[in-house]
């Protein structure tokens, strides 16, 4: 089989990573990362093989690889590499850069390659949904409330216009990977039954909801004496989602059961319902962000840029939501609007740039995991018939 290759893939893949200082040419497939990791045992070669793609410049491949969105980060790799390659990092940077062929826009090359690209995106974005909001907004009384401040109906309007451009923007990057994994698995001669894919979905849903495989990563990290089950990563990335999909839902009926701006009771079920996601997700995020790694893991776990802005960024939009929420009941003030204005501003931010970075694994994992499911349904299917 006759493969294009692109000898300066990995170069391109190391400016996503750790500021280009990614070193993964130092690997030289011994095979412990696989050895190691305890997700190999679904996918032969995961995640060597992933490295190896990247190496020979096979960036077809690269692309279409389900397995490069299987990784959660767990690290056992980067910590008992010999060669100190950071299979871990090469990863994430991987991920990084396959977003970014997705996109269309080229927002999300120049947001993930350089700290001053993503805050050009941020800052951007930022100076843009204050100006629309803004050129609405009636500052003749420092006592209106917000949704007069700010006409309700123009802050809607912004806000359906936003989710229709990044929906489209995020189906078009999924339907890439899709068109991708499909090329691929057709050279490739891999049978692909359209029975199985219903199964396929729903077991990548049932994942997403349970963090299976994060529980898995998890199962050689500390015991449970040493490290709580309320600190156990897997418990905090679903406190972050679980609480992002609370507010995300609250916020839904809100504007679809109740007349915007319309004064209700702290008590209101999907007001409760905010608050609540609220304050589940800040206790992830807290975690995740101040939580002091152990020694002999300290010099390897290093966040980057990348790895931290999104969750800042997700921390603050909710503190300011919060804030809101309270200030509401309180007399209003320019402070109020304040509050108010960053907090919607940032809330836009974070939609509009959610396709844009690291953590638009939250739309490609599933999708991988469901693409990943539906390949080996027939491996399945036979050792099942075998048991």
Sequence with gaps: MI??????????????????????????????CTAVCPLAQDSAGFPRRVIRMAQVGMERELLASEDLWRCYACGECTATCPRAADPAEFMAAARS????RYDFTGLASLASRSVLGNLLVFAGLSLFFALLLLSRATPSSAHLPFFDFVPGEWVHAIGVALFVVVGLSMVA????????????????GVPLRAGALPAAMASAILEALSHQRFRQCNA???????????LRPWVVHLSVMGGFLAMLLATTLDYLLKPIGSPVPPWYPMRVLGAAGGL???????????????EDEAHWRKRTFAEWFFPVLLAVTVLTGLSAEILVYLPMTPAG??????????????????????????????????????????????AAAEA
């Excluded at 850069?97 to 970014?100: D, K, M, W």
């Excluded at 589940?280 to 152990?294: H, K, N, S, T, V």
């Design 3 to 32: 493969r294009d290759v692109d000898p300066a893939l990995m170069q391109k893949i190391r400016r996503y990573g750790k500021g280009g200082r990614l070193q993964v040419e130092s690997c030289f497939q011994c095979g412990n």
């Design 97 to 100: 850069y396959a977003i970014s």
């Design 173 to 188: 990057g999924l339907a890439s990977m899709i068109l991708r994994f499909l090329s691929e698995r057709r050279r490739e």
């Design 220 to 230: 050689e990290e500390p015991a449970p004496a040493a490290q709580p089950w309320y």
């Design 280 to 294: 589940i997700c800040l206790y992830g995020l807290a975690i995740m962000l101040f939580r002091a790694e152990p």
């Design 337 to 382: 609007h304040a509050v108010f204005i960053v907090h919607v501003v940032l809330a836009m931010d974070l939609v509009a740039m959610l396709p844009l970075t690291r953590f638009a694994h939250v739309l490609y994992r599933p999708l991988a995991l469901a693409l990943f499911a539906w390949r080996h349904a027939p491996e399945r299917q036979a």
